[in-house]
Antibody, heavy 118, light 107 residues
Framework: EVQLVESGGGLVQPGGSLRLSCTTS????????MNWVRQAPGRGLEWLSF????????YYADSIKGRFTTSRDNARNSLYLQMNSLRAEDTAAYYC???????????WGQGTLVTVSS | DIQMTQSPSSLSASVGDRVTITCRAS??????LAWYQQKPGKVPNLLIY???TLQSGVPSRFSGSGSGTDFTLTISSLQPEDVGTYYC?????????FGQGTKVEIK
């Protein structure tokens, strides 16, 4: 069974940092591209970042470019999102999402909630 | 960047009704278009990819069509378990933009 489990969310002050992790199982992590998607409370889905299998290509949404960094460790079957300079508008549930062969998002984690507030 | 606009933003229909949701892109692209369903309190679920290919396990009452800039998700006979919000997404190139969502309710 494919599983993606995010962790690392919590309450942080504006300007602070957090590192999200996504631990995966049930599939060969190193053969899949991955993404981060977030959803602010009561709002729609926002794609944030894409990373290829070997980490040689990484894309970011303009809203997080220069502040967030995506990485992965294929030996640990894990995906990461380092979030710096956090703002109130970054408050959201953050999802780790698998990119099916061909590119649509076929498996989603349950999400981890990030709250940016003083 | 290509923007994705869904219409309507919300709809209310009766059980058994045919429901259509439209997704329009600000410029044409290949058919790497997906539809997702998000039930209340749940994570999104992939329904359709490549504009018209049904994901495994998705009921056949869901179908997708379209090309270029205009895409459609159709529910042929609305069921109570279809309540939720539906999103389109262009996924071939970054940014992998989602539409703003269409909330579907039962009348």
């Amino acid at each position: 069974e494919v599983q993606l489990v995010e962790s690392g969310g919590g309450l942080v002050q504006p300007g602070g940092s957090l590192r999200l992790s996504c631990t995966t199982s049930g599939f060969t992590f190193s053969t899949y591209d991955m993404n981060w998607v977030r959803q602010a409370p009561g709002r729609g889905l926002e794609w944030l970042s894409f990373i290829t299998k070997s980490s040689n290509t990484i894309y970011y949404a303009d809203s997080i470019k220069g502040r967030f960094t995506t990485s992965r460790d294929n030996a640990r079957n894990s995906l990461y999102l380092q979030m710096n300079s956090l703002r109130a508008e970054d408050t959201a549930a953050y999802y780790c999402v698998r990119d099916r062969a061909g590119g649509a998002f076929d498996y989603w984690g349950q999400g981890t909630l990030v709250t940016v507030s003083s | 960047d290509i923007q994705m606009t869904q219409s309507p933003s919300s709809l209310s229909a009766s059980v058994g009704d045919r429901v259509t949701i439209t997704c329009r892109a600000s410029q044409g692209f290949n058919n790497y278009l997906a539809w997702y369903q998000q039930k209340p309190g749940k994570v999104p679920n992939l329904l359709i990819y490549s504009a018209s290919t049904l994901q495994s396990g998705v009921p056949s009452r869901f179908s997708g069509s379209g090309s270029g800039t205009d895409f459609t998700l159709t529910i042929s006979s609305l069921q109570p378990e279809d309540v939720g919000t539906y999103y389109c997404q262009k996924y071939y190139e970054a940014p992998k933009t989602f539409g703003q969502g269409t909330k579907v309710e039962i009348k």
